[in-house]
């Protein structure tokens, strides 16, 4: 059973950063599009970062220029740095996996196989 657990969330102060972790377990990981969405209270969710087995990453909205993603194959985990974190980033940060190669049309979540439960990221200023 493939299960996705998010932590790393918490408290920090604007222009402060985070590193969110995803844990996969129960996935081989060999095909894969690994992706961190974020819910903003009363918002429908919104793609953030997107990683895939061929290596290559995607970035949407805020995200760009401010957040990485990598993965750590051998540790099955997922991480977003998040540098620069203004108020509006506050959130719960999921992360998901689809069990494909590549990366496309990711940012709406509609093909996710399998979802963390989330960790909320707040920022103050």
């Known amino acids: 059973q493939v299960q996705l657990a998010e932590s790393g969330g918490g408290s920090v102060q604007a222009g402060g950063s985070l590193r969110l972790a995803c844990k996969i377990s129960?996935?081989?990981?060999?095909?894969?599009?690994l992706t961190w969405f974020r819910r903003l209270p009363g918002q429908d969710r919104e793609g953030v970062a997107a990683?895939?087995?061929?290596?290559?990453?995607a970035y949407d909205g805020p995200a760009k220029g401010r957040f990485t993603v990598s993965v750590d194959k051998a540790k099955s985990t997922m991480y977003l740095e998040m540098n620069n974190l203004q108020p509006s980033d506050g959130a719960v940060y999921l992360c998901?996996?689809?069990?494909?190669?590549?990366?496309?049309?990711?940012?709406?979540?509609?093909?996710?196989?399998?979802w963390g439960a989330g960790t909320l990221v707040t920022v103050y200023s």
């Open positions: 129960g996935h081989a990981m060999s095909s894969y599009c």
């Open positions: 998901a996996l689809e069990e494909t190669t590549y990366c496309l049309a990711w940012q709406r979540g509609t093909y996710m196989d399998y």
């Open positions: 990683i895939g087995s061929d290596g290559k990453s």
